[in-house]
């Protein structure tokens, strides 16, 4: 009986074995094609399901790769990468991809000058496009993060194959007023705070500014100017008015790039928005007990971290509902 019950055991411990293998996520290298060159993703699958949702996940401002780290500073957090296996344990696929000219998709860059953006919106386009031609997947949600939020709801609209949309850490007001406020907050000059204001209205107005004093070139210089009044036509309170779908806003309580009050505008923009706000949860998606700035740059180069585990509930929670 000894033995047999060795046996069973063993049987019933491969069996558990097995099991788990069967719902290991699997994960597609995919590819958009576009006249500049190719724009690479990663699709992962929940393992042991023949249809699920699937939601597409847009990496937010500068050098971000589809994982959410960031060139700048080498800062690795696998904000993303996390999120979507999170959504993948849950029964949810996911792609997210590097945007064109970073990672992967470095070959489908763009002159610096010559890049907008709504070149961004129309690559998500694209990837909505993609998904909706896949027959394993049941609904599309759009989901941005930073900067991706109001790629996001700009792409989605029009395309009805999409049920759902969130905003994660997304901005609530548009990019020229974020500007003025980092620059009132690092404390410069008067002098300073109305300069960029001049500069700001005039690229508001669809105009290039010229003469643009050295210590603004970074932020100001000629090849970047088209991108800024592409960007600054866009207020994100009035563009998510106009997305149809269900939508969830979520933001972090102490994320020190976004505010809480960016999401209350976003909210005041789609009353009928879900509005989630998370303890603790910081701009790349961890939890952080601190504002202080040496305590956040912990998370955001730490590539173990979990992100928050509300965020990943919820956000599934959210798409399981969508029909």
């Known amino acids: 009986m000894k033995h047999l019950n060795f046996i069973l055991t063993g049987l019933f411990f491969l069996c558990g074995l097995c099991c788990r293998a069967q719902v290991l996520p699997l994960e597609e290298n995919v590819v958009l094609n576009t006249k500049e060159g190719q724009i ?22 500068g050098p971000t790769d589809m994982d959410g780290n960031s060139a700048i500073g080498n800062l690795r957090n696998n904000s993303l990468k996390f999120l979507a296996e999170g959504l993948a344990a849950n029964g949810i696929a996911s792609l997210r991809f590097d945007k064109r000219g970073i990672g992967t998709s470095a070959s489908a860059g763009k002159e610096e000058a010559k890049l907008c953006f709504e070149d961004y919106v129309n690559d998500v386009t694209g990837w909505i496009d993609y998904l909706a031609k896949e027959k394993r997947f049941t609904t599309i949600t759009v989901a941005g993060h930073s900067e991706g939020a109001l790629i996001g709801m700009l792409a989605c609209q029009n395309r009805p194959k999409v049920k759902g949309y969130i905003s994660i850490a997304g901005a609530g007001r548009p990019a020229y007023e974020i500007i003025e406020a980092q620059v009132a907050a690092q404390q410069n000059p008067e002098a300073v705070r109305k300069e960029v204001a001049s500069i700001n209205e005039s690229l508001k107005n669809g105009k290039e500014v010229s003469d643009v004093p050295a210590y603004l070139q970074s932020l100001y210089r000629a090849s970047v100017q088209p991108y800024m009044i592409s960007w600054f036509k866009y207020n994100p309170r009035t563009v998510i008015a106009s997305v149809k779908v269900p939508v969830l806003i979520v933001q972090g309580k102490n994320d020190i790039q976004v505010s809480v009050e960016d999401a209350e505008f976003l909210k005041k923009g789609c009353p009928t928005a879900e509005l989630l706000l998370i303890d603790k949860m910081n701009h790349v998606l961890k939890d952080c007990e601190s504002k202080t700035v040496q305590q956040q740059m912990l998370t955001y180069g730490n590539p173990s971290l979990p992100v928050n585990s509300t965020l990943i509930a919820s956000v599934s929670t959210f798409v399981e509902k969508l029909k």
């Open 40 to 61: 690479k993703g990663k699709l992962l699958l929940p393992g042991g399901v023949k249809t699920c949702p699937v939601v597409l996940i847009i990496a937010g401002s």
